[in-house]
């Protein structure tokens, strides 16, 4: 298993019955925006993982 950490959430909006914001990886001061609760589950599980936090999207911070 990979190494905890830290993620502050911050829900912008409530759509379709799921949530879209931004996630911040405070260990690493990353950014991203996810579009439902799924993409940002998915993101928290890939950092803690393999150690990079990266939607499907292109181009976002």
Known sequence: MGN???FIIKV???QN???QG???WA?????DYFRS?????????GA???GQMSSKREGTA
Request: contains cysteine.
């Open 22 to 24: 931004r996630v911040i």
């Open 48 to 50: 803690i993982k393999n």
């Open 12 to 14: 912008d909006h409530c």
């Open 4 to 6: 905890k950490g830290t």
């Open 27 to 31: 260990d690493e001061n990353k950014t």
């Open 37 to 45: 609760t799924l993409e940002l589950i998915q993101m928290i599980d």
């Open 17 to 19: 019955e799921t949530w």
